[in-house]
């Protein structure tokens, strides 16, 4: 009798065990005002790489996943996103004409349809040389950095990496300060410009939504002094 009473006990134990791990939030059990979707869109220019990716949560960019059932669905320039490990992303290579428009279109399982217009803004740069005691003024190619960008330095040379961040300030001139470059050991460096712009401005239900667009510049010979 225990014996059997023992499996019993075993058994719903691995049932229950089982049905957590295949247990997953998704949109068409949850109130859709409640879902909050964050935007993202990668550009790499060195690999003419374009990548966009979209993660629903609960309430919050840090609440719990949500996939979308078979009634809602989420498109990026008319092109369906593929759901991977939490996150639905596509992939274009070669995308070395951008479009002007980059537009994600998300439907709800209450067929309210929601699309966002983004606009990657692009900064390069030319090969350089910095010295490591002293302000640096470094030019680059692009709009005009708004208050809700930001711009970051990265420094590659072997195992060595380095993230500087830089500020604007006028004629298309990033300021490059002396302190910013301390822990920089001196040396030449594959270099890339990181353009970020982060906005929570998105067409969304109650709890709104997020928006990050990144563009990696090409790569240029950055000399440390």
């Not at 014996?3 to 065990?17: E, Q, R, S, V």
């Not at 030319?126 to 005691?133: R, V």
């Amino acid at each position: 009798m225990n014996t059997t009473f023992h499996k019993i006990i075993i058994l719903l134990i691995l049932a229950l065990f089982l049905a957590s791990c295949d247990s997953e939030l998704r949109s068409d059990k949850v109130e859709q005002r409640i879902i909050f979707p964050s935007y993202v869109i990668d550009y790499n220019a060195a690999h003419t790489l374009l990548e966009a990716k979209v993660c629903f949560q609960s309430n919050n960019e840090s609440g719990e996943i949500i996939k979308l059932s078979k009634n809602s669905s989420i498109h990026f320039n008319n092109e369906n996103l593929k759901w991977n490990s939490g996150v639905y992303s596509l992939k274009k290579n070669d995308e070395k004409n951008l479009p002007d428009s980059l537009v994600f279109q998300y439907q709800n399982d209450d067929e309210n349809i929601f699309i966002n217009h983004l606009h990657l803004k692009s900064i390069e740069f030319s090969d350089c040389t910095l010295n490591k005691n002293a302000s640096n003024q470094l030019n680059f190619k692009g709009k005009k950095i708004e208050d809700d960008e930001s711009v970051t330095l990265i420094l590659t040379s072997g195992d060595l990496h380095y993230e500087i961040l830089l500020t604007e300030t006028e004629n298309n001139t990033l300021l490059i300060e002396a302190a910013n470059l301390g822990e920089v050991t001196r040396g030449t460096y594959a270099g890339q410009l990181l353009r970020t712009t982060y906005s929570t401005d998105v067409n969304a239900m109650d709890r709104g939504g997020s928006i990050e667009i990144n563009y990696l510049s090409e790569i240029h010979k950055v000399i440390i002094q």
